[in-house]
C-alpha cells in the first residue's frame, strides 16, 4: 500500500491504565459514582466491596482510575492499600502476608501516630495464624491469644480518625483454597474497625471456585461476605471498535486515505468477522500488538486489509492459521473454471472449521472467505477465475501466489509476540539508555507520546514476567535489570506527575521481585540474589532489593519451619556484607561520588549500620558548594517534595552535616547566588535555611 515504511511502532501493554488521561473508554462517570460508594461509608464497621468483570474487561485500570479519584478528595484523608494476592499464590502464608502488609502500611509517617500501635498487634497475629502451636510458647499467654489480639487491634483502629481502604486485585487467579483464604481476611481475620475493603475478580470463576471447595452455593457464600457487588461496566462495541480504528490509522496512515475497492474490502473484513473479537480492550491490544509486530517491516510488500485479517486469526484462531500455513494450495490462487475439485474443497475447508470453536466459528468463515475467493467459492461463494490473478497481484493480495509467502514472513502468533518481545527487552538491557528506550515502547494507548511514566513501563516487564516467562527467562531478566537498574530508574520520565508518587527505584525492585517468584527453587532464588550482588549490580538497585527482601522473607524461606526475625537475618545477612563491602569500595574508588543518584545509595547504606562511614563519606564529597546543593536536591526528591517544608528530611541532614555550617554556607549561597545555581535549587536552600532557624528556635524554646 505504502511506498515508504512506517515510522517504527511500539507494543501496547496489557497493563492496567494509570490514570484518567489514557482512558479511552469514557468510563470515568462510573469511576465518580463507585468512589462516590467508598466514601459513603458510615460508622466503624467493616465494609467490603466488590467490582466484578470477566478477565480482560479493564477491572485493574478502574481501581487505578478510582484510587486516583479518591486522592485528595476523601475527607478526612484514607489510608489506601494495594494488596495483590497474586505475589503470595503458592507460598502458603496468604493470611500472614496480608497481616504483614497491614502492618508496614499502619506505620507509615501520615498515619504513624494513630495507627503504628497496630504494627506490633499485626505482627503477633500474624505469626499466630501463620504456624499456630508451632512457634516457641512465650510467657504472656496473651501473647498467643487470637481473640485479644483483635480485640485491641479493633480499639486502635476504631479511635483513629483515618479509615484505612484495601485495593485486593487479581482474586480470580489464585487457587480455589487460596479464593476462600482471601474471603476470610476481609469477613473473618481483618475484619477491623474502620477498614474498607474493595475485591476485584471475576464472579463466576470465584463462585465456581467456592462450591468446588467449600461444597455449598457460591453465590449465596459470597453474599455474605460482600456487601455490594458492582459488576464492570462494558465499553460498547461501537467505543472499542472506535478505538481500534483509530488504531489502526496510526499503523498506516494511508488508511485515512483507501481507494473505494479497498474500502470495500476492509469494511467486509471488519463487520463480517474481526468486529467479532473485539470484546474487550484486553482483546483489542492483543490484535493491535501482532499487527504492530508484523505490518512495519512489511508495509509495501502487503495488502493492509488483508494483513490485518491475517493478523487476526493469528491472535484468536490458530486452527486457521494452522491450516493455511500447511495446506496452502487449497486457499491461494483461482478458482477452477469448470468446477475441478470443487467438492474436495468443500470437505476440506468444511472440516478444519468443524474444529474451530463454535463460537468463533461463523467469524473465522467470514475472515478466511475474504481473504480466500477460493474458500468462499469452495462455501458456495462465487467463482474468481484466472482472469483475477494479475489484478491479485498488483494489490498484493494474499490469495496471490506470488504474494501469499510475504504475509507470514514475519507471522508471529500471539504468543511468539510476547517471546519476541521478551527477546527484544533482554537483548537491549546491556545498554541502560537503550534499554530505558525499550521500556517506553510499552506505552499505554494513544497516550500522545512514547514515554509515558517509568512505572507503568516497567508494569509490562512485571506481568511479562508474571504470565509469561520460564524460570531461566526470569532469572536472566533478574541479573539484567540488577545490572542496569540505577540507570533505568534515574531515565528521565515525562510522564504526568501525582501527589503520591512512586521512585522508579520501587517499580524496579517489584519487577526483580517478581522474577525472583518466578525461580521456583528458594536456595536458588537466594543464590541467583547473591551472585548478582556480588558481581555487578547497581549499588541502589541491591540495597532497595535488600531492604524490600526484609518484609518479603517468604521469598527465601523453603517452608521447612515457621519464618523469625532470626532466621530472615540470618538469610540476608550475607549478601548483605556483600553489598557493603562494594559500598565501601566505591566510597574509596570513586564510583561512588560518580553515581548520579549517590545520596540515596548513602541513606541506605546508613541504613544498615554505616552512619560514621556515610557522613565522613558525605561531608568530604560535598565541600564544593555545587555537589552539596546536588546532595540536597537528590534528598530532597528522595523525600517526595513538592514544595512544603516538610519534604526535606532535616534530622538527617543535620546528622549528615555539621548543622551550623550547613546553615552559615546555605546562606552564603542565598546572597551570592552562583551561575549554576538552579532555580529549583533556590528553592531547595531556601526551605533548608527555614527549617534549620525552625528547628533552631524550637530547642530554644524548649531549654
Known amino acids: 500500500m505504502s511506498e515508504n515504511s512506517p515510522a517504527p511502532l511500539h507494543l501496547i501493554p496489557d497493563a492496567p491504565i494509570a490514570n484518567a488521561s ?5 468510563r470515568m462517570a462510573f469511576v465518580r459514582s463507585f468512589a462516590e460508594a467508598i466514601r459513603a461509608a458510615q460508622g466503624t464497621d467493616s465494609v467490603v466491596l466488590a467490582l466484578a468483570g470477566p478477565w480482560g474487561s479493564g477491572k485493574s485500570s478502574l481501581l487505578n482510575l478510582v484510587a486516583g479519584e479518591l486522592e485528595g478528595t476523601a475527607e478526612p484523608p484514607l489510608l489506601v492499600i494495594r494488596f495483590n494476592p497474586w505475589w503470595f499464590s503458592g507460598t502458603g502464608r496468604l493470611v500472614p502476608a496480608f497481616l504483614q502488609q497491614l502492618g508496614a502500611a499502619v506505620s507509615r509517617p501520615p498515619v504513624k501516630e494513630t495507627l503504628g500501635s497496630a504494627t506490633v498487634c499485626l505482627d503477633r497475629l500474624a505469626s499466630a495464624i501463620a504456624a499456630p502451636g508451632s512457634q516457641e510458647l512465650s510467657a504472656d499467654p496473651a501473647t498467643r491469644d487470637v481473640e485479644m489480639i483483635r480485640d485491641e487491634l479493633n480499639s486502635i483502629f ?14 480470580d487467579r489464585l487457587t480455589p483454597d487460596e479464593m476462600t483464604q482471601l474471603l476470610l481476611i476481609v469477613r473473618a481475620v481483618a475484619d477491623f474497625a474502620n477498614t474498607t475493603y474493595v475485591l476485584s475478580f471475576d464472579y463466576d470463576v470465584v463462585v465456581e471456585a467456592i462450591a468446588n471447595k467449600l461444597g455449598v452455593d457460591g453465590r449465596t457464600y459470597l453474599e455474605k461476605v460482600v456487601q455490594l457487588q458492582i459488576d464492570v461496566p462494558l465499553p460498547g462495541r461501537m467505543t472499542l471498535e472506535r478505538m481500534v480504528i483509530g488504531q489502526l490509522e496510526v499503523i498506516d496512515p494511508t488508511a485515512k486515505s483507501l481507494d473505494s475497492e479497498t474500502q470495500r474490502h476492509f469494511r467486509i473484513l471488519f463487520k463480517g468477522g474481526i468486529k467479532h473479537f473485539l470484546a474487550t480492550p484486553r482483546a483489542c491490544t492483543r490484535l493491535l500488538n501482532v499487527l504492530r509486530l508484523t505490518y512495519p517491516t512489511l508495509a509495501g510488500q502487503v495488502y493492509f486489509p488483508d494483513m490485518l485479517g491475517i493478523c487476526c486469526l493469528m491472535s484468536f484462531s490458530s486452527q486457521a492459521v494452522q ?40 467469524a473465522v468463515g467470514a475472515i478466511v472467505r475474504s481473504l480466500f475467493p477460493k474458500v468462499a467459492w469452495a462455501l458456495n461463494g462465487p467463482m474468481h477465475g484466472e482472469e483475477y490473478v494479475e489484478t491479485w497481484h498488483r494489490q498484493q493480495r494474499i490469495c496471490s501466489v506470488k504474494h501469499f509467502d510475504s504475509y507470514f514472513r514475519l507471522g508471529l502468533s500471539a504468543s511468539e509476540a510476547a517471546e519476541h518481545q521478551w527477546r527484544k527487552m533482554v537483548e537491549s538491557i546491556d545498554d541502560a539508555a537503550e534499554f530505558a528506550r525499550a521500556l517506553q515502547h510499552f506505552g499505554p494507548l494513544d497516550s500522545g507520546n512514547d514515554s509515558g511514566g517509568v512505572g507503568e513501563l516497567l508494569h509490562q516487564a512485571s506481568d511479562f514476567v508474571n504470565e509469561q516467562a520460564t524460570p531461566e527467562q526470569a532469572h536472566n531478566l533478574f541479573c539484567a535489570i540488577m545490572r542496569r537498574g540505577d540507570q533505568i530508574s534515574s531515565a528521565k520520565d515525562d510522564g504526568p506527575e501525582y501527589r503520591l508518587q512512586i521512585d522508579p527505584i520501587h517499580w524496579v525492585v517489584w519487577v526483580l521481585i517478581d522474577c525472583l517468584l518466578r525461580i521456583e527453587d528458594p536456595s536458588k532464588r537466594l543464590a541467583v540474589l547473591a551472585a548478582s550482588v556480588s558481581d555487578d549490580a547497581g549499588l541502589l538497585t541491591a540495597a532497595e532489593l535488600l531492604d524490600a527482601l526484609d518484609y518479603r522473607s517468604d521469598i527465601l524461606a523453603d517452608g521447612t519451619d515457621a519464618p523469625t526475625a532470626e532466621a530472615n537475618t540470618a538469610k540476608l545477612l550475607k549478601v548483605l556484607k556483600i553489598l557493603d563491602k562494594r559500598i565501601q569500595e566505591a566510597s574509596q574508588n570513586g564510583e561512588l561520588a560518580e553515581h548520579t543518584q549517590f545520596m540515596k545509595v548513602v541513606q541506605k547504606w546508613r541504613q544498615f549500620g554505616r552512619k560514621t562511614k556515610s557522613r565522613n563519606w558525605v561531608r568530604a564529597a560535598c565541600k564544593d558548594d555545587e555537589r552539596f546543593v546536588d546532595a540536597l536536591q537528590q534528598v530532597r526528591s528522595g ?21 551550623d555550617e550547613m546553615l552559615t554556607r546555605s546562606e552564603r549561597l542565598q546572597r551570592e547566588p552562583p551561575d549554576w545555581l538552579s532555580p529549583d535549587g533556590a528553592i531547595t536552600l531556601e526551605l533548608l535555611v527555614a527549617l534549620l532557624k525552625q528547628q533552631a528556635e524550637n530547642s530554644d524554646a524548649s531549654k
Do not use: Y
Open 22 to 26: 489514557f482512558d479511552q473508554l469514557d
Open 158 to 171: 476504631r479511635n483513629s480518625d483515618r479509615r484505612v481502604l484495601v485495593f485486593m486485585d487479581d482474586i
Open 323 to 362: 491450516a493455511i500455513r500447511s495446506f496452502s494450495e487449497a486457499f491461494v490462487g483461482h478458482c477452477q473454471v469448470k468446477g475441478q475439485g470443487w467438492l474436495d474443497l468443500r470437505e476440506f475447508h468444511e472440516a478444519w472449521l468443524a474444529h474451530v470453536t463454535k463460537r468463533d466459528r461463523a
Open 639 to 659: 523525600a517526595g517534595g513538592d514544595g512544603g517544608l516538610e519534604p526535606l528530611p532535616i534530622d538527617l541532614l543535620v546528622e549528615l552535616f555539621d548543622r
